[in-house]
């Protein structure tokens, strides 16, 4: 089973340059989540999906974009990268309801 | 979303049993308590959930207060594959996003 599927797993960018990370889950998942995680820290939410076609902004959307054209994709844009977004990337996707997630395994992402 | 509280570290003897604890006082009747852990360069997985009454399942247990205000996740032998860090996590079936705080590092001594 994938399970959900993050790509890529390692990228560097210099400051200005985009890039989008994708996540692919094959669950038939409603909700789909993009979060970050710094250092030590807990996961933050940025941006999430209750459906192909929507999106919502979360904790901390500044700098990111994302789409959901179809219901198994999520994809998370960064338009013009700065340091300050050097993280762990996580995915993740759940059925409706207080259903548990399903988390990727990450991207890392260096910003220099 | 409500909000959960979890002692920043915790140790544990492998072969022991461990009892990791979550404070959740503002917890509303349709909050579901979620535990995830996550091990060092992965992303979290669950591990249990629940609403009113204790869990078991292959992994660990949830015993949950009788007044839902506080939570222990057990794990009945822990073993060195157990070390990572544990959150604690309350969601509702409308909710759509779940808030992580730090969690707890669970150290687990050979």
């Known amino acids: 089973n994938a399970g959900v599927t993050q790509t890529p797993k390692f990228r560097v960018l210099k400051t200005g340059q985009s890039m989008t990370l994708l996540c692919a889950q094959d669950?038939?998942?409603?909700?789909m989540y993009w979060y970050r995680q710094d250092p030590g820290m807990g996961l933050r939410l940025i941006h999430y999906?209750?459906?192909?076609?929507?999106?919502a902004k979360g904790e901390v959307p500044d700098g990111y974009n994302v789409s959901r054209l179809k219901k198994q994709n999520f994809l998370l844009g960064l338009e013009s990268a700065a340091p300050s977004q050097t993280s762990v990337y996580f995915c993740?996707?759940?059925?409706?309801?207080?259903?548990?997630?399903?988390f990727g395994s990450g991207t890392r992402l260096t910003v220099v | 979303d409500a909000k959960t509280t979890q002692p920043n570290s915790m140790e544990s003897n492998e072969e022991e049993p461990v009892h990791l604890p979550c404070n959740h006082s503002?917890?509303?009747?349709?909050?579901?308590i979620h535990w995830y852990r996550q091990l060092p360069s992965q992303g979290p997985e669950y591990v249990i959930h629940?609403?009113?009454s204790n869990v078991n399942n292959r992994m660990a247990s949830l015993a949950i207060a009788e007044d839902r205000k506080s939570s222990t996740l057990i794990l009945h032998r822990a073993t060195l594959r157990d070390a990572a860090v544990y959150y604690c996590?309350?969601?509702?079936?409308?909710?759509?996003?779940?808030?992580f705080g730090p969690g707890t590092r669970l150290s687990v001594l050979p």
């Open positions: 993740a996707s759940s059925y409706l309801g207080a259903r548990p997630y399903t």
């Open positions: 669950m038939n998942h409603e909700y």
């Open positions: 999906s209750v459906g192909e076609g929507t999106t």
């Open positions: 503002t917890i509303s009747g349709t909050d579901y």
């Open positions: 629940g609403l009113t």
């Open positions: 996590i309350l969601r509702d079936n409308y909710g759509q996003n779940f808030v």
